[in-house]
Structures are given as C-alpha cells and as structure tokens.
C-alpha cells in the first residue's frame, strides 16, 4: 500500500498539478463585439497569518436586477489549483484575476468558501454597488481569506489595497488591459462580518482570531 501511494504521488508530481482559471463569467455579460468591455482586477486569496483556511475561497459579483454571475476564486489543493501570483512569507498566498464584463451595473453579493466536505456562504446577500464604463479597468483589492476554525466554521475576507503590485502584475500578463484605476466601494461595511478592512477599525480582533490568537 506504502508504494502504492508512493508511486501515485510521483506520478502526480511528474504530471504536474491541473491549473484552473481563477474567473467564472455567465455568457451573458460575456463581452461582445457590440458591447463594448469593461474590466474588474484584484486578488483573492489565503490571508497570510491565517492558521485555518478553505481549500476555495470565492467572491461573486452580478449584474444588478438579474441573476446573471461572474466569480473570481482562489482554489488551493494539491492536484488542482488556480496560479499562484502573489507569495508572502508562510502560506499566504494569492490568485489575480482579470474579468472581463459588459458595462453596466453591478454589485459584489455574497463569498463562498469550499472546505471540502462542506461550503459555507453569507447567510443573505449583501449588496456593494459599483458602476462598470466600457474601456477602462478597475481595481477593488486585495480579498485574503482565513477561517476561525477547521471545518465547518466561519471565514471572512481581510481587504486591502496594493494597486502598485497588482498593476504591475496586470501588466506582466494581460498588456491589453487598459491601466487600473481604484474603484471605491464605500459600502463595503455591509458585508460585516464577512469582509473587513485589514487595517480598519476592529480588524485588530479579526485578525487575532484569524492568527490563532484568540
């Protein structure tokens, strides 16, 4: 049994790990011809001093008035994984996602993480508007998950802004892509506890319990 599994995980290694793409776009906000496109850029990803995570960890966003979808998610496992484009120290890692949507209006609703035997989502959906124009591309953050305990527990996003990094990044992969400018989400609250400012107000207490402090 030992070279059994011994064998199935050189022959995993020599096969290298499945990359998956990083976004989901309904095929109606697909851009087309006539449409026009519009771009949202950030990061998703595993917090670094996070002691617990979910192997997925995934924002939504819709249109606003449909139930048309677009996600960007980070997935982290062994065999199958998005790309690895943001390293720090431990195991915090990160997923830059491009996605490409008609114009129009849309809203960031509800997060998703996969702990494997379960999925745990927001209880409602919240709503953080924002305002897509053809031509441009717009940057909302750095999304970094961590869980407060294994399992079938409760996780939240940590946000922050590296616009420079991530930029620079943009640049790297996708030269199309028209130049970032910041996207304000001033209601970014509303997703309490789900999303909180790394450095806002009370991000102290998440942080430790996210870390294993408390």
């Not at 793409?21 to 006539?34: M, R, V, Y």
Request: glycine share 8%; with cysteine.
């Amino acid at each position: 049994m030992i070279r059994v599994f011994a064998l199935l995980t050189l022959l995993l290694g020599l096969a290298g790990c499945h990359s998956m793409s990083p976004i989901h776009i309904d095929e109606e906000l697909t851009p087309n011809a006539g449409s026009g496109v519009a771009y949202v850029v950030g990061v998703v990803g595993i917090w670094p001093k996070a002691v617990n995570t979910a192997q997925e960890q995934m924002l939504m966003i819709r249109q606003r008035g449909s139930d048309n979808f677009a996600t960007a998610r980070l997935h982290n496992e062994f065999y199958a994984r998005t790309p690895r484009d943001v390293r720090e120290t431990g195991h915090g890692i990160g997923t830059l996602f491009v996605m490409p949507l008609k114009p129009g209006r849309y809203e960031l609703y509800n997060l998703r993480f996969d702990h494997g035997s379960s999925v745990s989502w927001s209880r409602e959906d919240f709503t953080i508007p924002f305002q897509l124009e053809a031509g441009k591309a717009y940057y909302i953050g750095d999304f970094r998950a961590g869980c407060v305990t294994p399992g079938q527990s409760t996780c939240l996003f940590l946000h922050s802004d590296h616009l420079e990094r991530d930029s620079a990044l943009v640049r790297a992969k996708y030269p199309q892509v028209p130049g970032l400018q910041r996207l304000d989400l001033p209601n970014l609250y509303s997703a309490t506890p789900f999303i909180r400012e790394e450095d806002g107000a009370s991000s102290s207490v998440y942080k430790s319990m996210l870390s294993g402090k408390l």
